[in-house]
Structures are given as structure tokens and as C-alpha cells.
């Protein structure tokens, strides 16, 4: 069975903070793994990263990919009371059946 | 370039009720879905198209069914509504083949409530 887990389910940080969040999977046939960002209504697309070890930037925001021991970590540095939202992890996988599977999201919360 | 529109945003329905759920992308992907979102559970699928004419079950299809007569629609009907299919739906879209890309666009949800 496909999965997508996500580390940790929730954290509470101060402005200023720098916050590492993880995603880890078990997935056949691995295509791509993307980060969201949902706030109040549609998640939002923050990377998409298809090879290991090449860091995705963009601003206080950055992410790595890890294809052999399948994982992925998010920074944001310098967190500030707008990055408070669901951060969603997920892969893409691609052989036959396609399908994007999510992890359960982590929820930051920046505290002023 | 209006990229998914999901329709409605809300609706409240009672047990045993169907309704459909609206989505269209006219982005030419090939690759469309629906997810549910609960509290705690994160995204989960519940059907997906790789192109017209094709639809596969994802991981709580139970009580729902899709078709995907043309690239750019995939209705998602509710046969009997049910209070556990109270959640907050997303359709989302991606695979363009031409770039290969695979990121998912999604529509704005839809906030259902069976009471």
C-alpha cells in the first residue's frame, strides 16, 4: 500500500523561528514528491522535486528530496504569522495507475 | 485562464439524497481527482481519471461515482448521501504530458454537510 507520512502533525513556534517539517513515504513506482501550502481553502503549490540531494528555494522557503531514503524535509526560516497554515506533503506515482497521495499535513502555527 | 472551477462551494443535503459535484479545468490535463479533507486525515482520494474514458478507484470510493466523458470535466455524484460523507471536497487536475509536469492544481473545495 502506497503511504505518505508527515512529521510532525502539528507544531507551535514563535515569529522569527526556523521550522523543519518531514514527509517520508513508502510508495511504488515514485514520480515526483510536491509541497502544498493550505490555508483557509484550496492548498497551494509550494515545490515539486523529482531528484535527490538538488535544493528547491523560494525565499524563506526550501526543500530537499531524498530518494533513497525517501524523504523529504521543508525549512522555512525567519517564520513569520502568515506561514501559519496545513503544510501537505505528497507523491506522485506513475505505472499504470497514476495517483497523487497525500500525507495527513503538518499544522504550523507562528505565534507573534 | 480560469485553471479548475469546482461547483458548488457549499451545499447541505439530507440522508439519502444525491447530488453532483461539478469540476472543470481547461488546462488539457490528463489527470484528474477528487479528495476529501477531514479533520486530522489530510487529503484522501476517493477517484481519479488518467484521461476520457478512464476512472479508477482511489482509497474511500465507497458511496461515490465519477465519470470523464471529456478531457475537461469530472463530475463527482453522491448516489445516497450519508452523514459520514460530511467533509470538504477537492478536485484537482495535473500530468501535462507535453512538459511533463505533475503539479496539482486544485479548485477551491466544496463544503458538503448530509444531515
Known amino acids: 500500500e502506497d503511504k505518505v507520512v508527515q512529521s510532525p502533525l502539528s507544531l507551535v513556534v514563535h515569529e522569527g523561528d526556523t521550522v523543519t517539517l518531514n514527509c517520508s513515504y513508502e510508495v511504488t513506482n515514485f514520480r515526483s514528491l510536491l509541497w502544498y501550502k493550505q490555508e483557509k481553502k484550496a492548498p497551494t503549490f509550494l515545490f515539486m522535486l523529482t531528484s535527490s540531494g538538488i535544493e528547491k528555494k523560494s525565499g524563506r522557503l526550501s526543500s530537499i528530496l531524498d530518494k533513497k531514503e525517501l524523504f523529504s524535509i521543508l525549512n522555512i526560516t525567519a517564520t513569520q504569522t502568515g506561514d501559519s497554515a496545513i503544510y501537505l506533503c505528497?507523491?506522485?506515482?506513475?505505472?499504470?495507475?497514476?495517483?497523487?497521495?497525500f500525507g495527513q499535513g503538518t499544522r504550523l502555527t507562528i505565534n507573534p | 485562464n480560469a485553471g479548475v472551477t469546482q461547483t458548488p462551494k457549499f451545499q447541505v443535503l439530507k440522508t439519502g439524497q444525491s447530488m453532483t459535484l461539478q469540476c472543470a479545468q481547461d488546462?488539457?490535463?490528463?489527470?484528474m481527482s477528487w479528495y476529501r479533507q477531514d479533520p486530522g486525515m489530510g487529503l484522501r482520494l476517493i477517484h481519479y481519471?488518467?484521461?476520457?474514458?478512464?476512472?479508477d478507484q482511489g482509497e474511500v470510493p465507497n458511496g461515490y461515482n465519477v465519470s470523464r466523458s471529456t478531457t475537461e470535466d469530472f463530475p463527482l455524484r453522491l448516489l445516497s448521501a450519508a452523514p459520514s460523507q460530511t467533509s470538504v471536497y477537492f478536485c484537482?487536475?495535473?500530468?501535462?504530458?507535453?512538459?511533463?509536469?505533475?503539479?496539482?492544481?486544485f479548485g477551491q473545495g466544496t463544503r458538503l454537510t448530509v444531515v
Open positions: 484537482a487536475s495535473s500530468l501535462d504530458r507535453k512538459v511533463m509536469n505533475t503539479e496539482a492544481f
Open positions: 505528497a507523491v506522485f506515482i506513475i505505472q499504470g495507475a497514476q495517483k497523487l497521495v
Open positions: 481519471s488518467v484521461g476520457a474514458g478512464i476512472t
Open positions: 488546462m488539457n490535463h490528463e489527470y
